[in-house]
Nanobody, 119 residues
C-alpha cells in the first residue's frame, strides 16, 4: 500500500524557518524523483523544488531560490524541505510528489500540509 505523508506545516512568523518532511512507503523510494509543490488559495499548484532519485541534482522555483533547500534520506524513505526566511506569499498547502524513474506516468501524491506565514 503506497503512502506519501507530509508533516511539519503550521503557522510561522515572517522571516522564520520551518522544515517539512515527507515520509514514503509502499514503493522503492530510491527509484523515484521527489518534489515539493504548493498551492495557494485561488492559485494553481506550482513546483517548488525537486530532487533526483539519488539526490545528486536539485532544482528550485525562482521564488524560493536561496531560501529553500530540498534534501532526501533514502535510508529513511524521507524527503525534506527546509524553508528559511519565510514570506507571507509562501503561505500555501505544500504537497509531496514521487515520480518513478522507470515507469512513465507513475507518480504518487500526498494529501498536503498547510504552511501559513503571518505575523
Amino acid at each position: 500500500q503506497v503512502q506519501v505523508v507530509e508533516s511539519g506545516g503550521g503557522l510561522v512568523q515572517p522571516g522564520r524557518s520551518l522544515r517539512l518532511s515527507c515520509a514514503a512507503s509502499g514503493f522503492t523510494f530510491s527509484r523515484y524523483a521527489m518534489s515539493w509543490y504548493r498551492q495557494a488559495p485561488g492559485k494553481e499548484r506550482e513546483l517548488v523544488a525537486a530532487i533526483t532519485s539519488a539526490g545528486g541534482s536539485t532544482n528550485y522555483a525562482d521564488s524560493v531560490k536561496g531560501r529553500f533547500t530540498i534534501s532526501r534520506d533514502n535510508a529513511k524513505n524521507t524527503v525534506y524541505l527546509q524553508m528559511n526566511s519565510l514570506k507571507p506569499e509562501d503561505t500555501a498547502v505544500y504537497y509531496c510528489n514521487a515520480r518513478s524513474d522507470y515507469v512513465k506516468g507513475r507518480d504518487y501524491w500526498g494529501k498536503g500540509t498547510l504552511v501559513t506565514v503571518s505575523s
